[in-house]
């Protein structure tokens, strides 16, 4: 098989994939699923398909590995046309990650991982220690979860086995169908992690498809935003994507603007932190009142000896008692410094002072983080962007 | 009735030997039979309603019916009580092996596919072990009930327990008329409960861990 590298990186083991006025028309429907989608996936990047229910990024996925024949139109993988290969043949060399892993109940983690091995004739030996090197690589104890049954593992677990059932033989290519669907967000999140860690070891080329923006941001290489009957609202990086949306429809499905995913990539240290009035546990409370209202805040933040925050009150709750009273530090809730603006923007909403303490290292006081330091963040990022976009118009052009 | 027993015991256990060793045979063939045609109409769904007819139909046909209508084309003797007995003893397992067959969840053939699998390698990786458990349900159904039919094949002269109970009928009001057809009775459900076990035992083996519940 023939190698494409567009990085020029040597390690890259993906070959590159491409579409060419690919058609899928089913029978008695008006509208093709897929009208005419050409594009190319370099070889060895993770690129995401996205966009709408019924918008034909499954159908265009599954038309690779041929689960779905074209109507007409070429796919070619490393520059070879797929229909010149048997179905099953081409299959093998291809690896296919589906949501929840879909693993067979009646097959042990090891037997799931051999079958495409085994199909293609690997010996004992070398089988065996390939489930072993993959088992390591999605983070699974070999001896431990060798011999298990799917349905004594956990959903996250299952889908780990998926992903290294899918990189058994070694393909140079790999589809994903939404791999991380059946999972909770938590795990999605590691399991996201992980793969983006494979893939920098691995350098496949990795066809995703989601239906999720922000998974597909935080994974792919390129995205591809499909609008209805699989014509391309975008193709083109994430960071661009966000910038420059290519239409309305690429803005509306991105959703609540693009500063907004930035939020992700941001973290709490980068933002302005505001400074209201503090007091010490143990102080005469008037003092205290008298800052504040001096520097027209309404509340306090209460801090203990060592500087680290135990409350947050209202100056009419201060001024109950005599003494600023201790408080339970378990039960405030703070941000750390490395949380990302969009943890914060959580903290922040269910917050009734409209802001959220934030701590350094040994939960150090360091300020607080209001709404109104995250929108001037955004806008800076926005401006940012703008002016990348500005810079890049060419290359932005398709 | 004891002495009855033990002064025939060495016949009876013939005889229940013969009647086991029919419908196992029987439903054996039946098994194999039954999973072949459930996998055509697996393939060809167009087939399913047509199996589901004919199994719904076929088990309505009287023991007795069938047994009538194979004696011209077959004879008397073991041959047609083995028919028979067969013929019967499909019609549960084909209805659970389509069941079992279908019911396999698409996105597991999809994934099997996906990952290179020919068709023949779906069924007898994918297909056929998952639904295992379906079809052995239909085989201890059709097992029970293949027991009884093999008594009235007796009347054919067919090998096994029910040329007892024909006797006991045959004989009403005789001294050993009750006997007759209270050893046949009973040596038929003590059989049907063993072989039961049997395949209870024979499940668990040839059921995967991953599957079993």
């Known amino acids: 098989m023939t190698t494409t590298p567009t990085h020029g990186a040597d390690d890259v083991s993906g070959i590159e994939i491409e579409l060419d006025e690919v058609v899928k028309r089913y029978p008695g429907q008006k509208m093709a699923a897929v009208d005419s989608l050409s594009l190319t996936v370099p070889a060895g990047e993770m690129v995401i398909f996205v966009g709408p229910s019924g918008c034909g990024k499954t159908t265009s996925l599954k038309m690779i590995n041929r689960l779905i024949r074209p109507t007409s139109g070429t796919i070619r993988l490393g520059g070879e046309d797929i229909s010149k290969r048997g179905a099953d043949e081409l299959r093998r060399h291809i690896g296919y990650v589906i949501q929840g892993g879909s693993l067979f109940p009646h097959m042990t983690v090891a037997t799931n991982i051999e079958i495409v091995p085994k199909l293609l004739g690997w010996d004992k030996a070398r089988i065996a220690e390939r489930v072993d090197e993959l088992l390591d690589l999605v983070g699974l104890e070999p001896d431990r979860y060798r011999d298990r049954y799917p349905r004594e593992l956990s959903g996250g677990q299952q889908q780990r086995v998926g992903v290294a059932r899918g990189l058994a033989a070694d393909p140079p290519v790999i589809l994903m169908d939404e791999p991380f669907g059946a999972v909770d967000p938590i795990t999605r999140q590691r399991l996201q992690d992980e793969l983006l860690g494979i893939q920098r070891e691995l350098h496949k080329t990795i066809v995703m498809v989601t239906h999720d923006i922000d998974e597909a941001i935080k994974l792919g290489d390129r995205v591809l935003i499909l609008q209805e009957g699989g014509r391309i609202a975008q193709y083109d990086t994430p960071e661009m994507i966000l910038a420059a949306p290519a239409n309305d429809f690429v803005d509306d499905f991105v959703g609540s603007g693009s500063a907004l995913k930035q939020l992700t990539l941001s973290r709490v240290s980068e933002i302005e932190l505001r400074h209201p009035t503090t007091a010490t546990v143990g102080e005469p409370s008037r003092e205290a009142i008298a800052r504040a209202e001096a520097a027209g805040d309404g509340s306090l933040v209460i801090l203990d000896s060592r500087r680290r925050p135990v409350a947050w009150r209202f100056l009419r709750e201060v001024a109950r008692r005599d003494t600023v009273l201790d408080g339970d530090r378990e039960k405030l809730v703070t941000l750390d410094e490395r949380a990302t603006l969009n943890d914060a923007l959580d903290v922040m909403l269910a917050s009734s002072y409209g802001g959220a303490i934030v701590c350094g290292r040994r939960d150090q006081y360091l300020g607080v983080a209001d709404f109104e330091s995250v929108t001037d963040h955004m806008r800076t990022v926005e401006k940012a962007a703008a002016e990348e976009v500005a810079a890049d118009t060419g290359r932005a052009e398709p | ?213």
Not at chain 2, 22 to 46: E, N
Not at chain 2, 61 to 76: C, D, H, K, Q
Not at chain 2, 134 to 151: N, P, T
């Open chain 2, 1 to 213: 009735m004891w002495d009855f027993i033990v002064e025939r015991h060495q016949q009876i256990l013939y005889d229940g030997f013969q009647h086991a060793y029919l419908v196992v045979l029987a439903v054996a063939a039946a098994t194999v039979i039954a999973i072949l045609l459930a996998m055509l109409v697996t393939k060809v769904p167009r087939l399913d309603s047509v199996a589901n007819m004919l199994s719904a139909i076929g088990l309505t046909i009287p023991g007795f019916a069938l047994v009538g209508l194979l004696m011209p084309a077959t004879g008397i003797g073991s041959t047609t009580a083995f028919i028979c007995v067969c013929f019967y003893a499909t019609l549960p397992i084909l209805r659970n092996a389509v069941v079992g067959l279908q019911g396999v969840e698409p996105v597991l053939i999809e994934s099997a596919r996906g990952m290179g699998m020919g068709e023949a390698a779906v069924m007898a990786r994918v297909r056929l072990p998952l639904a295992w458990p379906v079809i052995l349900a239909g085989i201890r159904v059709s097992l029970q009930m293949s027991m009884g039919i093999a008594a009235i094949a007796a009347y054919v002269l067919g090998p096994g327990l029910g040329s007892y109970i024909f006797s006991g009928l045959a004989q009403i009001g005789g001294k050993n008329a009750l006997n007759y057809a209270l050893v046949g009775t009973l040596g038929v459900v003590v059989l049907a409960l063993l072989l039961d076990l049997l395949l209870v035992l024979v499940g668990r083996l040839t059921t995967s861990k991953g599957i079993r519940v």
